[in-house]
């Protein structure tokens, strides 16, 4: 079976969905293809900071948003000793409606996202349907063919394909486009452990202590946990078994004593293979690779999830109109998007890197408890300076905002049903 639409969407996360969304408001047709049955995976990355709420806003989605279940962390610190906290980044200082990060399950942000785009008569979501392999005709990209969850197989030719599908793109390496890495000395492991009302949730702080590196992202009914380690270590931490990661988390935060049994085994550990990495070219004709198919991400800072928003709101700023009249997409404005989104990119990038060899490394290694003493100083000498990395994170050297055209009044949040928690697959 083949069929045609105006521009098709590998991946419906963060990226794929926001293009979608945009895409069909400007009236063009377009389809998202989900491998998924549903978006309901833990350990996805849940920060929405506060250039995406900006955005949610000017779509008239702030309300919905709103009405989501979350919490908001204004701070980004790191503990200085057991009972003093190093503020490195102050969202409250931004200058924005919204200085703060929303802590929402990815699934209840897909799912926003899509129940919007499905008011739109242009959008089409295809969940349980897998793309297996590019269409190449002439030279170019022209479309996808794929398999859904029944084993049914087809092919949509499309006047622009956009790969949203992750760091592990089928798209990207059919295309041969080949990422250049850059070195991460670190790995992360996820696991999550129930919230208790005591839990202090007011910042986004490590635990460090004693070569260990644990995140603790607070979110409205659980804790989300990230164990950074060495990279490549994966089969020494799981053959050491369960009891004994179990007791290095107590040895971390004693205070978690009374819930570690909640990971029952190291089958509850995921394994985060971290890579830093960015295209040197994002497109070929007919193609176009946007957020973690085009620069993955380190999970510090929670910022891949914005970066592939704003990959999005930029692509689909420049590419609309070519979509809409029809024929096609030349390279040349293709590459244009690229262009606008190098910078932020790579300025993210850069930062990240610098926090792993100067930061985080050392602490993993066990030759510091915290950051390095000039930056101790200076963030004490100078609150204020908390502002630079609070605005790297949380706006971005050059926040997108939604196109006229996408722009909507607030509409009211309507009710929802909470996801099932017993559900949740394993994160990609």
């Known amino acids: 079976m083949s069929e045609h639409v105006t521009c098709a969407i590998i991946g419906g996360g963060p990226a794929g969905m926001v293009l979608g969304l945009l895409l069909a408001r400007a ?132 006047d622009l394909t956009v790969a949203c599908d992750g760091r592990w793109s089928i798209a990207r390496e059919q295309a041969r486009l080949t990422p250049k890495e850059f070195p991460v000395p670190l790995d992360a492991w996820w696991l999550r452990l129930s919230r208790s009302p005591q839990d202090r949730a007011g910042a986004l702080t490590p635990v460090t202590d004693k070569g260990r590196f644990i995140i603790v992202i607070p979110r409205e009914t659980h804790l989300q946990m990230a164990y950074i380690a060495k990279k490549g270590i994966d089969r020494q931490i799981r053959a050491r078994g369960i009891e004994r990661f179990r007791a290095e988390l107590v040895e971390a935060m004693p205070w978690l004593d009374d819930r570690v049994h909640e990971i029952e085994s190291m089958d509850d550990v995921k394994h985060l293979d971290v890579r830093l990495n960015r295209l040197r070219h994002w497109h070929r004709p007919g193609l176009l690779c946007i957020g973690d198919a085009a620069h993955a991400m380190s999970p510090i800072g929670g910022v891949g999830i914005n970066l592939a928003v704003q990959d999005a709101v930029a692509a689909a700023t420049l590419l609309a109109g070519p979509l809409r009249r029809g024929g096609g997409v030349p390279p040349a404005l293709l590459a244009r998007v690229r262009t606008r989104r190098l910078l932020p990119t790579i300025a993210v990038q850069t930062l990240q890197r610098i926090l792993h060899r100067m930061v985080i490394y050392p602490i993993v290694k066990g030759e510091r408890s915290g950051p390095p003493e000039p930056i101790v100083r200076l963030m004490r000498r100078f609150p204020k300076a908390s502002f630079v990395p609070a605005y790297l994170i949380g706006i971005g050297l050059r926040p997108e905002h939604a196109p006229a055209y996408a722009r909507r009044p607030p509409q009211p949040a309507p009710a929802r049903p909470e996801p099932t928690p017993a559900a949740h697959a394993p994160a990609d």
């Open 27 to 158: 009236g063009v047709e377009v389809t998202v293809l989900e491998k998924h049955g549903d978006f309901l995976r833990d350990f996805r990355g849940d920060t929405v900071h506060p250039s995406t709420l900006q955005l949610l806003d000017e779509l008239g989605l702030g309300e919905r948003f709103a009405a989501l279940p979350q919490s908001r962390l204004s701070r980004i610190g790191f503990p200085i000793g057991r009972d003093d906290l190093l503020t490195v980044g102050d969202l409250s200082r931004l200058k924005t409606r919204h200085p703060y990060i929303a802590m929402v399950p990815q699934w209840d942000f897909l799912s926003l996202l899509a129940d919007a785009a499905k008011e739109e008569p242009g959008f089409s979501l295809r969940m349980n349907t897998e793309v297996t392999e590019l269409i190449r005709e002439s030279g170019r990209v022209a479309g996808v063919r794929y398999r859904t969850k029944d084993g049914r197989t087809g092919e949509i030719r499309a």
